[in-house]
């Protein structure tokens, strides 16, 4: 079994970071988790079905049209929703998944265990790893 620190440097490991519930209003936690990646030199990708564009980055709009390469997602969104986004990542070959301190729930921990993912969902947040500056 892997520490969490072993889990958060597997995840950071990727070569691009999806951002699930990524949001145009900056005081947004999808806005910040994005522009920390920004701060940190990371490709990001954010996902919003609606918005076509996010701190100057291209949206996809959903987890299906990432990029083969995201294989760590960020998810910023009400455990309902996170649930469905499991099972979209699953499907997808996301090997990574960091449930942002709120976005958690028992059925996708679960789920994510079950499937055999690297889940970071201990209360953890990328904003304190990476550092996140306003």
């Given at each position: 079994m892997e520490t969490i620190g072993e889990q958060i440097e597997t995840f950071l490991a990727a070569p691009s970071f999806g951002v699930i519930g990524a949001s145009i209003k900056r005081e947004k936690y999808g806005n910040k988790v994005l522009r920390c990646y920004q701060q940190n030199q990371r490709n990001v990708i954010p996902v919003n079905p609606v918005e076509k564009e996010i701190e100057g980055?291209?949206?996809?709009?959903?987890?299906?049209a990432l990029p083969a390469e995201t294989?760590?997602?960020?998810?910023?969104?009400p455990p309902k929703i996170t649930e469905q986004v499991v099972e979209q990542a699953i499907a997808k070959g996301i090997r990574n998944i960091?449930?942002?301190?709120?976005?958690?729930?028992p059925a996708a921990v679960a789920a994510c265990q079950t499937a055999g993912l690297n889940v970071?969902?201990?209360g953890s947040c990328v904003l304190v790893v990476l550092g996140y500056h306003e």
């Open positions: 980055v291209v949206c996809v709009v959903s987890v299906d294989v760590s997602i960020s998810v910023i969104t960091w449930m942002q301190p709120g976005a958690e729930s970071i969902a201990d």
